[in-house]
């Protein structure tokens, strides 16, 4: 049983997506399906980002790569991919946190 699903906003997340090697889009994709399938997501797979208005990461780590999917959820069963990158840093970049932040606005602006 899904306790939520899972969509895409605009083609952001699939900018992202296509630029991942195989094997990093296939952990990227077992990743979301936890994201869907657990009824209670573990800290390691989605973190509330601290001081915004709901919004999330995805965490995936491939090797020594980390990557952050930024998304929200829609109610209380949908998550929206937004952008994602490639972590290089200990603290999320600022400047990424303010696109997701636009992102996630334009959506629930385009959705009234």
Do not use: H, W
């Amino acid at each position: 049983m899904k306790f939520r699903e899972v969509v895409t906003y605009k083609n952001y997340f699939e900018e992202f997506f296509s630029k991942q090697t195989r094997k990093v889009q296939d952990k990227i994709i077992k990743i979301l399906d936890i994201v869907e399938n657990v009824e209670r997501i573990p800290i390691t797979y989605l973190k509330y980002i601290e001081g915004t208005n709901g919004l999330f990461e995805i965490r995936v780590q491939f090797g020594s790569d980390i990557f952050r999917i930024f998304c929200c959820f829609d109610g209380n069963r949908l998550v929206v991919l937004f952008s994602g990158f490639q972590k290089k840093t200990q603290k999320t970049p600022q400047k990424e946190i303010e696109r997701a932040l636009r992102i996630m606005n334009e959506y629930f602006n385009d959705k009234d």
